[in-house]
């Protein structure tokens, strides 16, 4: 159920963001930066310094197989892909970010599959991959538990997961859709349990501030980008970022280096 609600509000704002240069203005100066490379956007709070840091705790080797978990409209793993020559493998629940993704990875000619799956459910075959990214996605998925065991079943001996996300607070989220369905507040225990080693787990610097000046900045421009995004993409995204800004879910925003044993 919360798989679905969480599909069909992505798949309105991915199919509804390319018409929007208000958003992009938006997210640009206040989610990731200016620097942060054109072509590659996303629709998270990835930095160009956290790209660039992900990349290089990867620790992947040219023509390696790349799984970017959650990739919605494959920015961020279509530039790691690109800096380090390998393939790419992107999964998401949303059809309208894969889409995206797809013909983004035709223009660029790099080399990427992307898959519509749960993070649940990978459908990759046991130590398939090499490494695994996932960008500001696991704070959605209803068993975190089962999403962090799926990777380490698909990805070899040695392999990086490396991952930005929200730690939750699960006295403000015990009620809300989504969020509240498996409330994680600390991942390292789910990785350690998993078969990983945890090399390094930092709380991602401003989060907060940017967060919820993004938010706010979106939510006064509610006029012009009701008009540019429609009124069901720019419902979905209101409604998260004013659940957000009122009810203060997260706890933390962290990046996480884990090692599969
Ligand atoms: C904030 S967006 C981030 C997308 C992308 N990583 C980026 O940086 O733009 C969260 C993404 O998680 C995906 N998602 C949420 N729950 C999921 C699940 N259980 N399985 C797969 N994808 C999921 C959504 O469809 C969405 O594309």
Redesign the pocket.
């Known amino acids: 159920m ?2 679905n609600l ?2 069909s ?3 309105a704002v ?1 199919a509804a963001l390319p018409g929007s240069p208000t958003f992009h203005r938006i997210w640009s100066t206040l989610a990731c930066g200016a620097d942060y490379p054109a072509g590659f ?6 930095t160009l310094g956290e790209l660039r840091e992900l990349t290089e705790r990867l620790e992947l080797c040219g023509g390696g197989l790349l799984v ?10 279509l530039w790691v892909a690109s800096m380090t020559k390998s393939r790419l493998i992107g ?4 059809g309208a ?1 894969l889409l995206q993704a797809r013909r983004r990875a035709t223009v660029m000619h790099t080399p990427a599959t992307f898959v519509r ?4 459910a990978v459908a990759l075959q046991r130590g398939q991959a090499d490494a695994a990214m ?5 704070q ?3 068993d975190k538990q089962a ?1 962090v065991a799926e990777v380490a079943r698909v990805l070899r001996s040695g392999a990086r997961l490396v991952f930005t996300a929200f730690e939750l607070e699960p006295d403000h989220v015990s009620d809300l859709p ?1 969020l509240g369905d498996d409330p994680v507040s600390d991942y390292r225990p789910l990785l350690e349990g998993s078969g990983f080693v945890v090399e390094s787990y930092e709380e991602t610097p401003r989060w907060q501030e940017r967060v919820v000046a993004t938010y706010e900045a979106v939510l006064a421009a509610a006029d012009i980008l009701g008009q540019e995004l429609g009124a069901e993409a720019f419902a979905a995204l209101a409604f998260e970022m004013m659940l957000t800004l009122e009810r203060d879910p997260y706890r933390r925003r962290v990046l996480a280096v884990a090692r599969r044993v």
């Open positions: 919360s798989e969480v599909a509000g992505y798949d991915y956007g996303h629709i998270s709070f990835l970017d978990l959650a990739c919605g409209a494959g920015g961020p793993g999964i998401d629940l949303s970010g799956a749960t993070l649940s996932s960008v500001d996605a696991i959605y998925v209803p999403a989504v």
